[in-house]
Structures are given as structure tokens and as C-alpha cells.
């Protein structure tokens, strides 16, 4: 059974860092595409940001030049370091893996990604 557990979420000011954490099982987790989103309430998913099997990175332009994504092969775990939060950052993060195309649709988030699997997702509040 494939399971993306994320961990880290909290409550921070602006200015403040977090450390998103995505621990995948079920999956071979080496050569595997992993991403982030987010989901504000009432918004659809936004792209945060992804990590290529090759080693490439992307952001979403709001978050370029703050967030940094990184993984941990031997832990089965991508991180998303989060540094000069903003109040517009807030929303339930959570990772996904394994690029697809087309995407799937995920009925709980009413979004679709690019990727085949997905987590619970963290809560990120930024205060102002």
C-alpha cells in the first residue's frame, strides 16, 4: 500500500521558517517524481513545488527564492523548507509522487495533479 505521511505543519508568524517532512512507503521512492501543493479554503490546489527523479527543481513563483526541496533517499523522505513565510502562505500542504500524465483527480481536494499518489496533507498557518 503506497502512503505519503506528511509532518511539520504549525502555526508561525510572518518572517518565521517551517520544515515540511514527506516520508513515502509502498513505492520506490529512488527515481520517483515528488511534489508539493497547497489548498487555501475555498481554493482549488496550487503548485508549491517539485523535485524530478533527475534531480531538478521548480517552483511556483511566489515561492521562489524561500522554499527550498530537498530528499533523503535512505529515509524515503523529500522535505520542503519554508524560510520568510507570508500570511499568504497559509494553507494545507501536502506531497505527492510518482509524475503521471494525465493527471489524477483527487475528489476529496477537487483538483487535479500530475502525480499518481498523494497525503493527508499538514496544516501551514501564517500570521500577519
Known amino acids: 500500500e503506497v502512503q505519503l505521511v506528511e509532518s511539520g505543519g504549525g502555526s508561525v508568524q510572518a518572517g518565521g521558517s517551517l520544515r515540511l517532512s514527506c516520508t513515502a512507503s509502498?513505492?520506490?521512492?529512488?527515481?520517483?517524481?515528488m511534489g508539493w501543493f497547497r489548498q487555501s479554503p475555498g481554493k482549488g490546489c496550487e503548485f508549491v513545488s517539485i523535485l524530478n527523479s533527475d534531480g531538478s527543481t521548480k517552483f511556483t513563483d511566489s515561492v521562489q527564492g524561500r522554499f527550498t526541496i530537498s530528499q533523503d533517499n535512505p529515509k524515503n523522505t523529500v522535505y520542503l523548507q519554508m524560510n520568510s513565510l507570508k500570511p499568504e502562505d497559509t494553507g494545507e500542504y501536502f506531497c505527492?509522487?510518482?509524475?503521471?500524465?494525465?493527471?489524477?483527480?483527487?475528489?476529496?481536494?477537487?483538483?487535479?495533479?500530475?502525480?499518481?499518489?498523494w497525503g493527508q496533507g499538514t496544516q501551514v498557518t501564517v500570521s500577519s
Open positions: 505527492t509522487a510518482g509524475g503521471v500524465d494525465p493527471g489524477t483527480w483527487i475528489p476529496e481536494r477537487r483538483c487535479v495533479v500530475m502525480f499518481g499518489y
Open positions: 509502498g513505492f520506490t521512492f529512488v527515481g520517483s517524481d
